[in-house]
């Protein structure tokens, strides 16, 4: 599945016409001018084995056949990259056939986005601007950050485990008692979740500006997210995905563009592009 199916001069023909687009916006500013603290993570951690196993898991779901498709996310991927310090990471963009509107990273470049998620698009800079934030969120290395950050309560629930295997387990009290301990738990990280999602829309918005796009692509489509209704289902827990936390980074990544970045001659939208592989998922 992970394997390009385009040359690269493919890609340079396909990165060509969006660079070529007038753009205002290009160097306006660099990951650097974010400040932004290094990931902490157990570097220990087997990061390609543990995204590839979760990858394998996620392509289960149901990849969709179209080839023509799967290159076109994989070229817009690469082209982002590109203008960023991981213009040489193997990063990979799979498209689910599921209609709910979805996109998502896992350690070791692996990117997911649903066909709902791609029908909610109304140009290439919409669709890129997703894609450049997952990318955001592997090159900040947030899902190892959180599997790090999350171990010692694993240990800790390992611990209480073994130590009600020896008293011979809970009341219905300690029960319940478990259950608020684990809900507030979940209030207490949720914030952090949050937290990564403001950061990799801020990277994201200005890997399209210096890639050449919109960078008020990413703006446009979280703006459509935060007006979906929370009743269908998502096909994993994203909590970015609840309206919400949507509207918050909605607010915030309205506020971080308009402060650094102009309206007139924005840079690549692409929409006749878009249009034509949006038609070939019909």
């Known amino acids: 599945y992970s394997e390009k199916d385009f040359s690269a001069a493919d890609l340079a023909t396909f990165a060509r016409d969006v660079r070529q687009f007038p753009s205002a916006n290009?160097?306006?500013l660099a990951l650097d001018d974010l400040d932004l603290s290094n990931p902490e993570y157990?570097?220990?951690l087997p990061e390609l084995e543990i995204g590839t196993g979760i990858a394998a898991r996620l392509i289960q779901k149901g990849v969709v056949d179209n080839k023509p498709l799967h290159r076109y996310v994989n070229m817009i991927c690469a082209t982002i990259a590109a203008s960023g310090p991981f213009y040489d990471w193997d990063l990979t963009v799979f498209v689910l056939n599921e209609g709910t509107v979805n996109a998502f990273s896992v350690p070791g470049g692996y990117i997911f986005v649903t066909l709902?998620?791609?029908?909610?698009?109304?140009d290439e800079a919409d669709l890129a601007g997703m894609i450049a934030h997952e990318i955001a969120h592997v090159y900040r290395r947030h899902g190892m950050q959180e599997m790090s950050k999350r171990i010692a309560n694993i240990k800790s629930d390992e611990a209480f485990a073994e130590l009600d295997e020896e008293v011979g387990g809970m009341t219905e009290d300690e029960k319940e008692m478990e259950d608020l301990v684990d809900q507030t738990y979940e209030k207490i990280v949720h914030p952090r979740l949050l937290s990564y999602e403001l950061e990799a829309d801020k990277v994201g918005i200005i890997l399209l500006a210096n890639a050449g796009y919109d960078p008020f692509g990413l703006v446009r489509v979280c703006d459509q997210v935060a007006r979906i209704p929370k009743e269908q289902p998502d096909i994993v827990d994203v909590n970015y995905m609840l309206p919400n936390d949507a509207m918050t980074r909605y607010k915030e990544m309205t506020t971080f563009a308009n402060k650094h970045f102009k309206t007139k001659s924005p840079g690549a939208r692409m929409s006749e592009r878009f249009g034509s592989y949006k038609l070939s998922m019909k």
Not at 116 to 122: M, P, T, Y
Request: proline share 0%.
């Open 116 to 122: 709902g998620a791609i029908a909610q698009c109304r």
């Open 26 to 28: 290009k160097g306006i």
């Open 42 to 44: 157990y570097t220990t």
